[in-house]
Every structure is written in C-alpha cells, then in structure tokens.
C-alpha cells in the first residue's frame, strides 16, 4: 500500500517520536508499504520553523535528507494536485492538508493523518 504521510505524522515517524501511536508505527513498518512524503510538508516545515513553531524545529534539507536515506519516497507538487485542490469542500482550512489529499487522491494513495478535522474528507485517509 502507497502511503503519503500528512507532516505530523511524518515528523513524528523520522523523529522517532512518542505521538506516533503504536498502531502507527505498525502500519508505517508494515512490510510492503510503500512510505511516501511530499514536497509540500518540506515547505510547511519551512515555513513553521521560520515563524518559531515549536514543533517544527527540524531543518527541512536534513529531513528530506534522512528521509530519502531510509527509504521514503518524495513527491514533487504538480499542477494537477494544485487544481485537484478546488474539488475538495471546504471541510479544512489549512492548504497544506487539502494539497496533501489531493495529492492522495490523484496518485492513489492513502493520506495517513492524526488530524481530526482531515479525517472529516471523504477519500483515502487513515486516521491514527
């Protein structure tokens, strides 16, 4: 199974961090599935990171760094998963949680999230 983890729970899984629940951590290392992180988490780190956000404190080139070095997949943002965007109703605010559905959406994968109000959309998200 293609999963594209949404920026918590990737933190959390490259951090090593208590927050990740254990079912989580089971499904993240389940063998055969296929770990998945996209450009736009890097860019929310980023930008959370310069306004001070505390839980944002990883340098995202160091990230993706360890990242791609144990074995996650990066995807780039496209123009489709920008205009997918407009499909989704307006249940979350967040823009980057609406781009990493969309990306689910379009490439086939399941958005695994720990935000309740994400887990609200219809489609393909786990909620942990």
Do not use: C
Request: charged letters at 25%; zero cysteines; hydrophobic letters at 45%.
């Amino acid at each position: 199974m293609r999963l594209l983890l949404d920026t918590h729970v990737l933190l959390w899984a490259a951090g090593k961090d208590d927050r990740l629940s254990p079912a989580a951590r089971r499904l993240l290392e389940r063998p055969g599935n296929e770990l998945v992180f996209s450009a736009a988490s890097l860019w929310e780190v980023a930008l959370k990171r310069q306004g001070g956000k505390r839980d944002f404190g990883a340098e995202p080139a160091v990230l993706r760094r360890t990242l791609l070095d144990s074995g996650y997949i990066e995807l780039p943002i496209t123009g489709i998963h920008a205009a997918a965007t407009s499909a989704l109703p307006p249940i979350h605010k967040d823009p980057f949680d609406r781009l990493l559905l969309a990306q689910a959406m379009t490439e086939g994968m399941t958005l695994v999230t720990a935000d309740k109000v994400l887990s609200r959309y219809p489609g393909p998200i786990r909620s942990v």
